[in-house]
């Protein structure tokens, strides 16, 4: 198998409230736009984000449709974490997690966009001295 493009489909009640907001705070810019589908991309993240309006009904299986990404998490793996901090904050962005720094040397933030999704911005850092981790390297 050879995989020559990822994505990841999120049904939403409001894709364009999601869209903007992957517009405005994360750089991504519209690849495509259809009605009840918006496609966004970003070239260094490696996927499409494409929302999905609750509701579609070619969004199959049925059984998940409008479930708004529960229990799911997008994570982007930055470069300054406390920088993409304060800039969101700045922008008032809903910050749903402060950093925290896990034991392996996730460091880490949560933000939710208008319906809710999940998006996680991570930076790898040395796992703190005294972590059964400490000394591995921290790549992700």
Do not use: C
């Amino acid at each position: 198998m050879q995989i020559t493009q990822s994505a990841l489909s999120l049904n939403v009640p409001d894709l364009r409230a999601s869209a903007e907001f992957l517009q405005r705070h994360f750089g991504f810019v519209p690849e495509m736009e259809y009605e009840g589908v918006a496609s966004l991309t970003r070239g260094d993240a490696g996927f499409n984000l494409i929302f999905l309006q609750t509701g579609l009904s070619t969004f199959k299986p049925r059984h998940i449709a409008g479930s708004a990404g529960q229990g799911l998490l997008v994570v982007f793996v930055v470069d300054d974490i406390d920088a993409e901090y304060a800039r969101l904050r700045a922008e008032g962005v809903p910050i749903v997690t402060p950093i925290e720094t896990e034991p392996w040397g996730e460091r880490y933030f949560q933000v939710s966009d208008p319906n809710g999704v999940i998006l996680q911005l991570v930076q790898w850092v040395p796992a703190p001295e005294g972590s059964p981790w400490a000394g591995q390297a921290a790549d992700g």
